[in-house]
């Protein structure tokens, strides 16, 4: 007998069959997206970490607010939030299992799954706002199956998934500008022209009004300027366009993001995953950068960082993995390659730059990053999300005792 659980979930792959099955799947549940006030993120970058910035700002005002995103980092649950607690697991399991048969007829993929079962806790708890992260593009991604929206945010337009998206930035952009509906309320980031250039024309044939992220001033490592208020945080430089992105799509919601409340929120933000510190003695930063231009962001916030910087890095074989791992190699003092057991990574191992090593077992790479970087160095554990996910785990497993460190 199927056991029908999160691991079996896990194991469906993602079907890329349009938005018709779970569109059908929904209409058979009485469309539980109807009455959600959803505020939909898409981007290249930076989209968790928008997503992470709002709904701490939402909940300061107190407001519940639900959040889906992905990929997870922890358990499989925590794509699925209400003001960051994850579904509970028998709930997980309840709507999984009442609708076992609507999902095996549509034959829904994992982030097909998760989104449904996502709508339906959400209407039964009735958050004041949902959150959602598209997946891959916008047009064609299975959050974009919202007829109104309270907001759409575009985060950053560059090259990923060209496969699918395409190679040209417009392309890409036009993607990206598929969730807009019509008379709706969009704000961008800070995009490429070209790319900027096609938001606008998509946002005008929709009737919909476009707003462009202000910029902000930075004033020092960790504050920065925005709308003439002055905010702290944590984390990397490139959360400050992140934590401007939230605060300015706040402010479109008619919060008063000058206040108390949303400047505590903002400092005390933290996105798991994104230049996370995990540990000391060495410092272990953890960043999910996985494309180009996340890598470059992440190497502007190597400033300051004590002295040895080690990297570990590992991509997925549909990246740009040698041009990045180029990128690293030239700005840290020691570059070690690494792979892990996923469908996506490339069987053959990777070409590594001059001086790098690649050590095939990534929990050794870990460790002998860490006997590199010595106690007073730093490493930097960076790349798939997958990978981070996995060193996150099993670096909390060390610290409980769980594991040995060397085994």
Known sequence: MTMYNAEWVMGRKNRYHGLLPLQEACRQTGFPQSGLKIIHVAGTNGKGSTVNFLKDILVSQG?????FTSPHLTDHRDRLRINGEWIPEDLFLKYLNDNIDLILEYDLGMFEIDLLISLLWFRDEK???????????????NTNIFLKKELEIITTISYDHTNVLGERIQQIAFEKAGIITPYSRCTGGYLDPHAEKVIRLQACRRHASYMPLPS?????????VFLGNEYCMQGAQYQKANACMALYAAKILGIDISSGEVKEAVSESMWAGRFETVSHQPDIILDGAHNEEGIRSLIRSFSGLPKPLVVVFSALKDKPGRKMAELLNEN??????????????DKNDPEIPAGSRFIKDWKEAVRTAEETAGKEGTVV?????????????YLNEEKSGIAEKFQ
Not at 332 to 345: E, K
């Open 381 to 393: 554990i960076a790349g798939s999300l997958y990978l981070i996910s996995l060193v996150r785990a």
């Open 216 to 224: 902000y001033r930075s004033t020092g490592r960790n504050t920065f």
């Open 332 to 345: 840290c003092d020691q570059l070690y390659m690494t792979r892990f057991d996923n469908p996506r990574m």
């Open 127 to 141: 958050p004041d706002y949902v959150i959602m992260e598209a997946g891959l593009g916008g047009r064609l991604d």
């Open 63 to 67: 407001f519940r607010v639900g959040t």
